[in-house]
């Protein structure tokens, strides 16, 4: 197994538009969570899936991010009417069920809205 | 709500130097903790995962401690290299939340 993967690994939008990224998570692990980065900060927590369930959103998530698990495999996230302040790095990562549940992160995407 | 951070914000030492990064957590009732390295505009990598009922785990140069009952996390890293040039982040995880991540320490290893 490779690892998490992200598509793409960066983005320029102009401010209005909507994008959208994708998560490969590691192929055994159910869990796969989504954050968001911006410069000097640690990541925050935006949303998590078990399987294709969405179990938890962040109040960072406001009604313009979705984000979706269909096959309780890969996951996107969407965000809608970006804005200037929407750009940060994007982050994935998934863990298993088992002990001690460590997280594996994806390189991240990159979003700059202009 | 469980809070993190980390001390000092930036550390530059020379190489050969043995150093301490620090972590501190606001809520005890940890699950485990896990310490990770980012290179800039890159993605995390994992470094240590310590588990509550654990004290310490080490890899390599690397040796992490948890003391859960002062809330404290150090992240030691022995006879540095300029390799090591990163920022080191801790997250904890509670029972039933998810992952809080400190702010992260920026660290420069000068040849």
């Known amino acids: 197994d490779t690892g998490v993967s992200q598509d793409p690994r960066h983005k320029i939008t102009k401010r209005g538009q909507n994008v959208t990224f994708r998560c490969d998570p590691i192929?055994?692990?159910?869990?796969l969570y989504w954050y968001r980065q911006t410069l000097g900060q640690g990541p925050e927590f935006l949303t998590y899936f078990q399987n294709e369930a969405q179990l938890e959103k962040s109040r960072l998530l406001s009604d313009r991010f979705s984000a979706e698990r269909p096959k309780g495999s890969f996951s996107t996230l969407e965000i809608q009417r970006t804005e200037q302040g929407d750009s940060a790095m994007y982050l994935c990562?998934?863990?298993?069920?088992?002990?001690?549940?460590?997280?594996?992160f994806g390189p991240g995407t990159r979003l700059t809205v202009t | 709500k469980q809070e993190v951070t980390q001390i000092p914000a930036a550390l530059s030492v020379p190489e050969g130097e043995n150093l301490v990064l620090n972590c501190s957590f606001t809520d005890s009732a940890i699950y485990n903790l896990q310490w990770f390295r980012q290179d800039p505009g890159k993605g995390l990598t994992s470094l240590l995962l310590?588990?509550?009922?654990?004290r310490e785990q080490t890899s390599g140069r690397l040796n992490a401690s948890l003391d859960k009952s002062s809330g404290r996390s150090t992240l030691y890293i022995a006879a540095s290299q300029p390799g090591d040039s990163a920022t080191y982040l801790c997250?904890?995880?509670?029972?039933?939340?998810?992952?809080?991540f400190g702010p992260g320490t920026r660290l420069s290893v000068l040849p």
């Open positions: 192929s055994e692990h159910n869990r």
């Open positions: 310590i588990q509550s009922s654990q």
């Open positions: 997250a904890a995880h509670n029972y039933g939340q998810n992952f809080v």
């Open positions: 990562a998934s863990r298993g069920e088992q002990a001690p549940y460590e997280q594996y």
